[in-house]
């Protein structure tokens, strides 16, 4: 098989009504033999049948959002001030507990309660306060 499920594909069939558009391998046909091979999704509101020669491995356009690596709530890809590169910048990447203080005034109100996100960020605080006052 050209294809598997799950790899996105461009419709490269220009009789096709949805030529050049990105969908989804869902599934494979094997019960219908009068279908082609491919079920594809995401291009209509219904699945599409397409052969391996009216198709090409395409790329996703990205999503707007980027929960893993650049997740909203701490800024976004795009933003200069995304904490992890504040964090970075500032050298707080090397102190859990001024890294923490940062994350949590920076995300205050966009993932959870606000007034938590501060309580978060003063309990990070206040241990960095008591080891620096311990090791005095």
Partial sequence: MKFAIGDPVRVIN???????????VTAL????????????ESIADHPL????????LAELPPT???????PAHYGGA????EVIKV?????????AYLFNVLKYIARAGKKGAT???????????DRKIQRLETAE
């Fill in 14 to 24: 220009r009789r096709c009504s949805v030529f050049d558009a990105v969908g989804i």
């Fill in 29 to 40: 046909n094997t019960e219908h033999r009068h279908l082609p091979p491919f079920v594809v």
């Fill in 49 to 56: 049948y397409f052969n391996a020669d009216e198709l090409i």
């Fill in 64 to 70: 707007a959002e980027d929960p893993v690596n650049h």
């Fill in 78 to 81: 795009d933003d200069p001030y």
């Fill in 87 to 95: 964090a970075e910048a500032w050298g707080f990447d090397k102190d």
């Fill in 115 to 125: 007034v938590q996100d501060h309580k978060k960020a003063r309990f990070y605080l």
